[in-house]
Nanobody, 125 residues
Framework: VQLQASGGGLVQAGGSLRLSCAASQRSFSRFYMAWFRQAPGMERDFIAAINLSGGSTAYADSVKGRFTISRDSAKNTMYLQMNNLRPEDTAVYYC???????????????????WGQGTQVTISS
């Protein structure tokens, strides 16, 4: 599946952004989806994941209560609503997809075989 991430930008601390990840295939509903981010010189970190139906989600501790992952199968699109943004949230955000993920591995980038191109999020203090 091909993925296209969008929605990044420059906002002030405390602001909000909504990222989108559009998938190329109608079989979108068959893929587990996730968001990762990578700051300069850092590893790619897990942010959030969502299961096939959208009924189960998981978040990194650093974003719990501030970010919300969701998906719309009718639009073949996944979202990441980001509220109360902080300067440390600055990074390139990537969406990812996998046809098979086990819960113990869902936070590992190696579990996902398809990746979007990334969208830059910059938070000013």
């Amino acid at each position: 599946v091909q993925l296209q991430a969008s929605g990044g930008g420059l906002v002030q601390a405390g602001g909000s952004l909504r990222l989108s990840c559009a998938a190329s295939q109608r079989s979108f509903s068959r893929f587990y989806m996730a968001w990762f981010r990578q700051a300069p010189g850092m590893e790619r970190d897990f942010i959030a994941a969502i299961n096939l139906s959208g009924g189960s989600t998981a978040y990194a501790d650093s974003v719990k209560g501030r970010f919300t992952i969701s998906r719309d199968s009718a639009k073949n699109t996944m979202y990441l609503q980001m509220n109360n943004l902080r300067p440390e949230d600055t990074a390139v955000y990537y969406c990812a997809a996998s046809s098979s993920v086990i819960r113990s591995n869902l936070a590992s980038h190696t579990a996902y075989g398809s990746w979007g191109q990334g969208t830059q999020v910059t938070i000013s203090s």
